[in-house]
């Protein structure tokens, strides 16, 4: 009754004591940031927006990573893009994508320019990372 995995089968409790000892192994969350969430905020709050959440994870499920690290050019490294509101009005970066065509476009300002303020261009969470309106 207090142990619910007492009702699974033996290999099942013996998985969860391997698990257990992969997790207590496991290295800092942080090492597996490259799944994480990046905020984007060189210009957006000096400029009146809130921070850009860039949900990382929820866009790599969706493509591969060469669709954007090769084919779109984004540099693999955080804040290491000019990426600006004129450039992905200019149908760059973001803007390949959220044009009402492959996603929704960029009348949805929110969507984006969903950080708290005061969030530096970086790098958050692991690869549970939540995405928009989280932080
Ligand atoms: C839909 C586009 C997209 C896809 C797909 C994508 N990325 Fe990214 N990635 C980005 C953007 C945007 C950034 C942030 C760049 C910036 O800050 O200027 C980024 C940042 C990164 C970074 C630097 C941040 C960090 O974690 O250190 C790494 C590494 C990275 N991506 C690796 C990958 C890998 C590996 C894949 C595939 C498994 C992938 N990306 C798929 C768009 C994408
Ligand atoms: C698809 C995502 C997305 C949408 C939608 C979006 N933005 Fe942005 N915006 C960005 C990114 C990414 C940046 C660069 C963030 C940074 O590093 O400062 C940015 C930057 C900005 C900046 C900073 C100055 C500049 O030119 O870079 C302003 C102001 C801005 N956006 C306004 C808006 C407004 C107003 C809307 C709605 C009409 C909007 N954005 C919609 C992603 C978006
Ligand atoms: C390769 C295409 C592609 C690129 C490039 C891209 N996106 Fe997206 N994005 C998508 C798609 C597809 C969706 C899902 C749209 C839907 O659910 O209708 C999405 C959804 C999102 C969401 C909503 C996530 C959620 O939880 O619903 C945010 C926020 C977002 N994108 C921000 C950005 C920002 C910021 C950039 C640029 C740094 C960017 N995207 C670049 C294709 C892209």
Redesign the pocket.
Known sequence: MCNPLKKNKKQFSSLWSVLGIVLILMPFPSAMAEYAD?I?NKNAEKEGMRP????HW??RI??RCK??HHE?G?KMQVGG?D?TMAN?LDGK??????NDE???GLEHCH??H?GLPGLPTSIKGGDKAG??GDY
């Open positions: 990046v984007l850009v959440i860039y949900p929820f866009h969706r493509f669709v954007c779109l984004f893009n990426i992905i970066y973001c803007g390949m994508c959220h492959v996603a929704w969507r984006c969903s995405g928009p």
